[in-house]
């Protein structure tokens, strides 16, 4: 199967009425930014690794959280006709958790 199309190009998502905007480029970033304008950016993960080949993914090594540890964000594919991050939550601190619906998780 052809890689998803977020490989190469950027994909969003807003938890309606959050405090927080994600995008997540497939395989090499992904960023939580405060929503409104000057808000700040951070990194949820720079490094990818399969955690079950083709099904789930995580982007680890993003920025320190505080005096916790470094943000990461765990990537579940699932099949559907077009493209779609679904809301990321935080799983527990600083560790946050997407889905990305995928063509090519079919």
């Keep these: 199967p052809s890689p998803p199309a977020s490989s190469r190009t950027p994909l969003r998502s807003q938890v309606a009425g959050g405090e927080y905007e994600y995008e997540v480029c497939l395989y090499s970033r ?14 949820l993960g720079r490094e990818w690794a399969w955690e079950t ?3 789930v993914g995580v982007l680890r090594g993003g920025d320190k959280c505080g005096a916790g540890p470094k943000r990461s964000v765990r990537i579940t594919f699932e099949c559907a006709e077009s493209e779609k991050l679904g809301p990321v939550s935080e799983r527990s601190t600083c560790a946050y958790a997407a889905t990305l619906a995928t063509p090519a998780a079919c």
């Design 53 to 55: 080949a083709g099904a």
């Design 30 to 43: 992904a960023t939580q930014r405060g929503r409104g304008k000057g808000k700040a950016a951070f990194s």
